[in-house]
């Protein structure tokens, strides 16, 4: 029950960090936050069989897709929390120290790089952004930000 409450704790922490990230980095440097009923579209059109879009953004809207989106927003959190577990080994709980979390957050990007992004229509690594470069390094950005707010949360199961 502890390491359940633990991976609780970090998933949703090191999201809720990534959270505020996005609105500190939309206040002091223009970057909108993102539009996680575009994750939700893209999940609702999964259910119906579609994986692949042109521009997620033109597909038909999906009913629920910002709350489906938000709830899938932090339950990739928790999942990314018990994989860091499952890669340090529940006694990394005990003492945690930023390097693991930190490159183990920084590898998540793969996920939007290899996923997301192209499912949505933006092309591997936001390969078809209007920006790639700037679009690859805010991701970059905000799973470093992720990896520190797992390592932040780890200290608050203690």
Partial sequence: MELTFAVLVMGVGATWTVDV???????????????YGHLGRWLGHMTRGRFLHKSIAAAAR??????????????IGIVFAALLLAVTGPGWLAQPTIGPALLFGISTVLAPFL???????????????????????????????????????????H
């Fill in 62 to 75: 999906y009913p629920g897709e910002a709350v489906i989106g938000w709830i899938a927003h932090y339950l």
């Fill in 115 to 157: 996923l997301m992004q192209p499912g949505m229509g933006a092309g591997i690594a936001a390969a078809r952004a209007p920006r790639p470069a700037f679009t690859r390094l805010q991701s970059v950005f905000t799973h470093a930000v992720f990896g520190l707010g797992l390592y932040a949360s780890a200290w608050l199961t």
């Fill in 21 to 35: 990230w996005a609105v500190v980095r939309q206040l002091l440097l223009g970057v909108p936050r993102p539009n």
